[in-house]
């Protein structure tokens, strides 16, 4: 799989580790930006209140 | 070794599958270890964040920094507070015990992208406005997003909890500490422990409740902490002595 990508990477070797370095910060940050707020929705510690979630 | 003779010596397809597997399973765990990250630490650094702006966009008179014990407070009831639009900031809360610096805005609801996410204290609609007769009820996160009430079970029977409005202050007093299931909203109710649909009694008491998370890193069971008003008075008038420490760290 990574093998894979790194086979279709172009360039010398240590442009193609500059690329994963920036695929790597993008995926953390679309991870921290949307998809963990959205996960951290049905994940049942961070209920506070008494009664029916509101 | 050559490009194509790499490529002629291919490996089993079993081989190759396991390989697979094998990176989304390593890729899964760093995922769950990012998501981790995240929650523990990255969405208290944004919390406190928009704590600190909501703090700063309150932008209420700095009260005077004479002390007034409870002696010279006002005898006749508090000024009733209007209640607020939902997720509107109407107060802060203070707590000695958790620091001489501690404060921390409460805003209208306790939903958690529009309140509680934001780091911010909410107030659950329809219980009592701060200083009004029944149950001022709060709740707060305990562990990330700001972890506004984190210290919650240090709290002692006697510890003021002082809330601010723009114009009033309001000192209650901590009563009682206990630890409840989610569904008990007695604790919320106008007399906390009435429960819910029993006829109400004429209130002549003004609770004030906080509501959060326990055990930490939970939501199996619920920190509750009771306290009544004690005493409260205009901002102008200065600031209440259950303040003292954080006034004397000031100077």
């Not at chain 1, 070797?13 to 929705?41: K, N």
Request: charged fraction near 15%.
């Amino acid at each position: 799989m990574y093998g894979l990508l790194w086979r279709l990477l172009p360039g010398p070797a240590w442009l193609r580790v500059m690329i994963l370095l920036v695929l790597a910060v993008a995926v953390v940050l679309v991870c921290f930006e949307w998809v963990f707020p959205a996960i951290a929705d049905y994940m049942p510690f961070n209920e506070q209140t008494v009664g029916e979630a509101r | 070794m050559s490009r194509a003779r790499r490529t002629k010596a291919k490996p089993h397809i079993a081989l190759r599958l396991t390989g697979v597997v094998g990176e989304l399973m390593i890729t899964l765990g760093i995922l769950v270890g990012l998501f981790v990250t995240w929650q523990l630490w990255w969405t208290d650094v944004q919390a406190g964040r928009v704590q600190e702006q909501a703090l700063e966009g309150l932008d209420w008179a700095e009260p005077a920094p004479t002390l007034v014990s409870v002696e010279d407070t006002p005898d006749e009831p508090p000024p009733a507070v209007v209640a607020p639009a939902p997720g509107e900031t109407f107060a802060s809360i203070l707590v000695p015990r958790f620091g001489s610096d501690y404060e921390v805005t409460v805003a209208e609801g306790v939903g958690k992208k529009d309140v509680l996410d934001t780091g911010a204290i909410g107030h659950y609609p329809e219980t009592a406005m701060p200083g009004a007769l029944g149950n001022f009820s709060l709740a707060g996160h305990r562990t990330t997003y700001g972890k506004p009430l984190n210290q919650i079970a240090d709290l002692q029977v006697g510890d003021p909890i002082v809330v601010r409005t723009q114009d009033t202050w309001y000192v209650y007093e901590v009563t009682e500490s206990l630890i409840v299931m989610p569904s008990q909203i007695e604790v919320i109710a106008p007399v906390p422990g009435l429960e819910d649909g029993a006829a109400l009694p004429e209130l002549t008491e003004r609770f004030i409740t906080l509501t959060s998370c326990h055990p930490m890193f939970s939501a199996r069971e619920r920190y509750i902490v009771h306290g009544t008003l004690t005493s409260w008075m205009p901002v102008s008038q200065g600031t209440p002595s259950a303040l003292a420490p954080a006034a004397e760290g000031g100077q």
